[in-house]
């Protein structure tokens, strides 16, 4: 009888094929903590875009009969008077809130001040500030500080250390000086600058923003310094590339990663300074309002014979809670777009 036939042999097997990087979004969803931070961002940025169409009282009505008033929610008819003064504002809102809510509007939710305005609509409005001033002043810091640190780390030599030395003359001068003296030198020339649609609000982003670049200037110098002589910006000049086009098309795309992050990290600090601002009544100005003014007002309102703590324990919860949220989605950007940690 024949012997069996000799299986065939396997089939050597080739090079497994590299696993895929995955990309940014992906790895930011898996830091811990990023996707509640985003969720916390999207509900109070989309709450404070989304203000004029909800169904809550004036942030600036006052009703003194209701003043001082805990939580207590409860649907009510809107007060013509209050729908006229949005309309004057936002009329799209208007239209929007009636076609979708009615006429009705949702009050005491989380009680009222003192002079019977509704917390949570001060609330809702007041982000629309906090987070414009921390937007707006973080992007005047981002547009300073890239560009000064870009210069100073690209060209190096005395324009570098004359452009630092700048830098450590800046940080000695207290920030809080600053903005008081800007805003009281401004202030006499108030009536001319509205004229061209400049007020005190501007003012305040622009400053702040201005006063915030420096830490991110030496954060893009040291990077610059550190990629400058590598290869590939070698090579680029060896081709006939301008200093501009190098600094553009070669050295910017490899800081965005870092400077993004940065900004995450600054909004909050930018916030927080706003707030600080308006604690002292250098900030926002009434009838505006902002986290940082509610604050304040729940401060002054505490007293041995009342005691209401919903003015202190909202806007408190608010602020700590957005921060927080910054600062969470900041560390999960740096996880995210540092390349060592891909893996």
């Given at each position: 009888?024949?012997?069996?036939?000799?299986?065939?042999?396997?089939?050597?097997?080739?090079?497994?094929?590299?696993?895929?990087?995955?990309?940014?979004?992906?790895?930011?969803?898996?830091?811990?903590?990023?996707?509640?931070?985003?969720a916390?961002?999207?509900?109070?940025?989309?709450?404070?875009?989304?203000?004029?169409?909800?169904?809550?009282?004036?942030?600036?009505?006052?009703?003194?009969?209701?003043?001082?008033?805990?939580?207590?929610?409860?649907?009510?008819?809107?007060?013509?008077?209050?729908?006229?003064?949005?309309?004057?504002?936002?009329?799209?809102?208007?239209?929007?809130?009636?076609?979708?809510?009615?006429?009705?509007?949702?009050?005491?939710?989380?009680?009222?001040?003192?002079?019977?305005r509704?917390v949570?609509?001060?609330?809702?409005?007041g982000?629309?500030?906090?987070?414009?001033?921390?937007?707006?002043?973080?992007?005047?810091?981002?547009?300073?500080?890239?560009?000064?640190?870009?210069?100073?780390?690209?060209v190096?030599?005395?324009?570098?250390a004359?452009?630092?030395?700048?830098?450590?003359?800046?940080?000695?001068?207290?920030?809080?000086?600053?903005?008081?003296?800007?805003?009281?030198?401004?202030?006499d020339?108030?009536?001319d600058?509205?004229?061209?649609?400049?007020?005190?609000?501007?003012?305040?982003?622009?400053?702040?923003?201005?006063?915030?670049?420096?830490?991110?200037?030496?954060?893009?110098?040291?990077?610059?310094?550190?990629?400058?002589?590598?290869d590939?910006?070698?090579?680029?000049?060896?081709?006939?590339?301008g200093?501009?086009?190098?600094?553009t098309?070669?050295?910017?795309?490899?800081?965005?990663?870092?400077?993004?992050?940065?900004?995450?990290?600054?909004?909050?600090?930018?916030?927080?300074?706003?707030?600080?601002?308006?604690?002292?009544g250098?900030?926002?100005?009434?009838?505006?309002?902002?986290?940082?003014?509610?604050?304040?007002?729940?401060?002054?309102?505490l007293?041995?014979?009342?005691?209401?703590?919903?003015?202190?324990?909202?806007?408190?919860?608010a602020?700590?809670?957005?921060?927080s949220?910054?600062?969470?989605?900041?560390?999960?950007?740096?996880?995210?777009?540092?390349?060592?940690?891909?893996?």
């Amino acid at each position: 009888m024949s012997a069996p036939a000799p299986a065939p042999a396997a089939k050597a097997a080739g090079p497994a094929a590299p696993a895929a990087r995955p990309g940014v979004w992906a790895r930011l969803r898996r830091r811990k903590g990023s996707s509640v931070a985003l969720a916390i961002l999207a509900l109070v940025v989309g709450g404070s875009l989304l203000a004029p169409i909800l169904p809550l009282p004036n942030y600036a009505e006052m009703r003194p009969s209701e003043a001082s008033a805990p939580p207590s929610p409860a649907w009510r008819d809107t007060d013509p008077s209050s729908l006229e003064r949005l309309e004057q504002e936002h009329p799209w809102g208007v239209a929007v809130r009636s076609a979708v809510f009615g006429e009705g509007e949702w009050a005491g939710a989380l009680g009222t001040d003192s002079m019977g305005r509704d917390v949570l609509a001060r609330l809702v409005w007041g982000a629309r500030v906090s987070l414009m001033v921390g937007l707006v002043a973080t992007l005047v810091a981002m547009f300073i500080g890239t560009s000064w640190g870009l210069i100073a780390g690209f060209v190096g030599g005395r324009l570098d250390a004359f452009l630092m030395r700048v830098v450590d003359a800046l940080y000695s001068v207290p920030f809080l000086f600053v903005v008081i003296l800007v805003i009281a030198v401004l202030r006499d020339f108030s009536s001319d600058l509205r004229e061209y649609g400049v007020d005190r609000l501007v003012i305040l982003y622009v400053v702040i923003g201005a006063i915030s670049w420096l830490t991110m200037a030496r954060i893009v110098r040291g990077q610059v310094l550190a990629l400058r002589d590598r290869d590939f910006v070698l090579a680029t000049r060896a081709l006939g590339s301008g200093p501009v086009r190098i600094l553009t098309r070669h050295l910017l795309p490899n800081l965005w990663g870092i400077i993004v992050v940065y900004l995450t990290l600054t909004v909050p600090r930018v916030m927080l300074f706003e707030a600080f601002l308006s604690f002292l009544g250098l900030g926002v100005e009434p009838p505006g309002v902002s986290w940082g003014i509610l604050a304040s007002e729940g401060l002054e309102s505490l007293s041995a014979v009342s005691v209401t703590w919903w003015l202190v324990v909202f806007p408190g919860l608010a602020l700590v809670i957005t921060l927080s949220a910054l600062n969470t989605l900041g560390d999960a950007l740096r996880d995210a777009l540092d390349p060592r940690l891909v893996r």
